[in-house]
């Protein structure tokens, strides 16, 4: 944990069991403040300097500038009565719950975030780090803050005028190599008058569904299908960085499925007149955002399992139905398929029912699958006895997580924590041993746990751990 001691204000490091003894202040995201009556001394709009504490742990704690766009904020799964002083969007596009505390907020001499360049204009702009490209590709390197080297001509592509009540970047914002979004003061931004404008539409040429042909990583030309606009990668891009399509591609370049294209250019991407590849189901090549062919699993080949998303969903709902019938007094037809079968058997709502390989997580096969599996299993369905309902549930967070929808999944987990809970207290009302429901209970414990670790609520993190370690426990003293 990191924590500031309060007699001299210094940020140690220090395990849970002593921070009571110390005397210290725990820096994270959790909530605490109630009387929403205490008077602020930063204003909805005051330029601030915020504790981070997304760093600890892994830069140290700092504190960045931001700006402040709501007081007394909370989050519908909060408990009730609980707020955060200050939401504050940083200009890195990171939002925070700041308390009321010099601990976490503090006045900032940085200049504010502008809006006054239009779309279609050419900027300057101080960035962090500079594209390299040489023999193994392409990278980012970080330079120095005062450095002149930095400073790069980029195009907007987009200015949002509500940035600070929406969340959403002031500016998109295209560069050599890739796009950013990117919050402009006078410290980093000013106009470029070596460019004429460039028209005033940020609409990209191409939309999901559509046929390209692509410049490839080996620098010939490749054919595809369009999966994605404006893709976020930051383990390739950096943070804030975006790509304006992601391509599937109809075969593998070097090992690769999908390749990213960094501009919305001729040369980088235009129109192919190939059509899709045909989706083993209906035997059909049309492709649109609606219904794409895509392939997502480990089949091989130029036509093996390219597939329409919305034929492969009513594939599995099918499947379904039919061990419904073949098992009339199964809860869990699918789970019991497989254990009837030692796990041979692909579930249709998980895999690919010829490679027998599971769907790229977070792809667009697994996603929709995904949720029409949840769909078959109401609210109020039993938990415990169906496994497939909770390994949806968990799945769908997960997927919640990744896209760093971390309050959608901790409202979900809420609401069936409540339905689980209601109906293990019922099984104990009914003199029922409910000591064998609890891995289910542990299960969602733990991704609830992950979502709070992600907000960096980690007072919040620790007693949802807490409880699921006491649970874990069997009845003789071992952890199950």
């Known amino acids: 944990w990191a924590i500031r001691l309060e007699s001299t204000g210094e940020v140690v490091k220090a395990k849970i069991a002593n921070i009571e003894m ?47 766009a709501k007081h007394w904020h909370r989050e519908e799964s909060w408990p009730r009565g609980l707020y955060a002083a200050y939401l504050v969007q940083l ?70 005028s509500d940035w600070l009540e929406t969340g ?11 796009c950013l979004k990117f919050w402009g003061t006078a410290a980093n931004m000013k106009e470029c008058t070596a460019l004429p404008v460039r028209g005033k539409s940020s609409k990209l040429r191409f939309k999901i569904g559509q046929r390209v042909d692509c410049c490839s990583l080996g620098g010939g030309w490749v054919k595809g299908t369009i999966v994605d606009t404006m893709y976020e990668d930051a383990s390739i891009l950096g943070p804030n960085g975006v790509h304006p399509y992601q391509i599937q591609l109809d075969t593998p370049e070097q090992g690769q499925s999908h390749i990213m294209a960094p501009a919305d250019s001729d040369g980088c991407i235009r129109k192919s007149t190939t059509p899709c590849p045909e989706c083993f189901i209906c035997c059909d090549t049309e492709c649109d955002e609606d219904n794409l062919i895509v392939r997502e699993c480990a ?128 099984a104990e009302n009914d003199g029922i041993d409910t000591r064998f429901f609890n891995d289910t209970l542990v299960e969602l414990l733990n991704c609830l746990a992950c979502a709070h670790e992600k907000t960096k609520m980690l007072v919040w993190m620790k007693s949802t751990l807490d409880e699921a370690l006491s649970l874990s426990v069997n009845t003789e003293g071992f952890i199950t």
């Open 22 to 68: 110390l005397g210290a202040q725990i820096l994270d995201g959790t909530p605490t403040e109630r009387d929403t009556s205490i008077s602020l001394d930063f204003s909805v709009g005051d330029r601030v300097e915020c504790l981070n504490y997304h760093t600890i742990g892994v830069s140290g704690p700092k504190f960045e500038a931001g700006t402040v």
């Open 91 to 160: 200009d890195n596009g990171v939002r925070l719950h700041c308390k009321n505390s010099e601990s976490y907020i503090r006045n900032s001499e940085m200049p504010p975030v502008t809006i006054q360049f239009k779309v279609g204009g050419y900027v300057m702009c101080k960035l962090g780090d500079v594209l390299v490209i040489d023999g193994k590709g392409r990278k980012f390197v970080k330079v120095e803050s005062d450095s002149d080297t930095n400073w790069e001509v980029g195009l907007i592509l987009e200015a949002n």
């Open 168 to 178: 959403k970047y002031p500016y998109l914002i295209e560069f050599h190599g890739r």
């Open 299 to 426: 089949c091989k080949g130029d036509k093996d399992g390219f597939v329409h998303v919305q034929c492969l969903v009513r594939l599995a709902k099918t499947k379904f139905k039919d061990l419904q019938k073949k098992y009339p007094d199964e809860d869990d037809p699918l789970h019991h398929n497989s254990v009837e079968t030692n796990y041979d058997r692909a579930n249709p709502f998980e895999q690919c029912l010829t490679c027998k390989a599971n769907f790229s997580f977070g792809g667009h096969c697994h996603v929709a699958l995904l949720k029409e599996c949840i769909s078959i299993y109401s609210e109020e369905d039993d938990l415990d006895s169906c496994q497939t309902a909770l390994k949806s549930i968990i799945k769908w967070c997960n997927v919640l997580i990744q896209e760093g929808k971390f309050e959608d999944a901790k409202v979900l987990l809420f609401q069936k924590l409540r339905v689980f809970r209601r109906f293990v207290r019922d």
